[in-house]
């Protein structure tokens, strides 16, 4: 059975999990303070991770979907590069850093599945296009097989 919710998929709540992540750690270290720049590109890159994921789902549409996950990948690796920065510049130390720099990896192995999944449906719809089989190219939303 397949992913009916983007909120069931497992990319989203590591997305989610580094969000939160990131923000407790600029909300609890001297970022809050120090560095408004690094503050704001790095809560808006981590922001952008979950909601490039669920907006991409709800399009309902493999293709669509893809693009919103390549959109959520750029936008997680904007945000750990922010958090190396931070790191780099002695905002943050790498022992604070680390659990959101796990989620961060996590996300991605994960969400590159999942894209791959959709552009392996859109080869799927393709070929079943050029048999005339099947539903149209279009139909049937980005359900997802799995957790991913």
Not at 19 to 29: A, S
Not at 45 to 69: C, H, M, N, T, Y
Not at 124 to 134: A, E, I, L, M, N
Request: hydrophobic share 40%; proline share 1%; aromatic share 8%.
């Amino acid at each position: 059975m397949g992913v009916r919710r983007y909120h069931d998929l497992l990319a989203w709540h590591l997305a989610d999990a580094f969000k939160t992540e990131v923000y407790r750690l600029l909300d609890c270290h001297k970022v809050r303070l120090t560095s408004w720049k690094l503050r704001e590109q790095l809560a808006d890159a981590a922001g952008a991770v979950p909601k490039d994921i669920s907006e991409g789902f709800i399009r309902f549409s493999p293709a669509q979907f893809a693009r919103f996950l390549d959109y959520a990948l750029a936008s997680l690796v904007e945000a750990e590069q922010w958090l190396r920065d931070a790191v780099e510049r002695g905002f943050l130390t790498a022992e604070h850093a680390r659990h959101a720099l796990s989620l961060a990896k996590r996300c991605w192995n994960v969400s590159l599945a999942l894209k791959r999944s959709q552009e392996r449906e859109i080869q799927r719809r393709r070929q079943r296009g050029k048999t005339g089989g099947g539903r149209k190219t279009g139909e049937g939303g980005t359900e997802s097989k799995g957790r991913i």
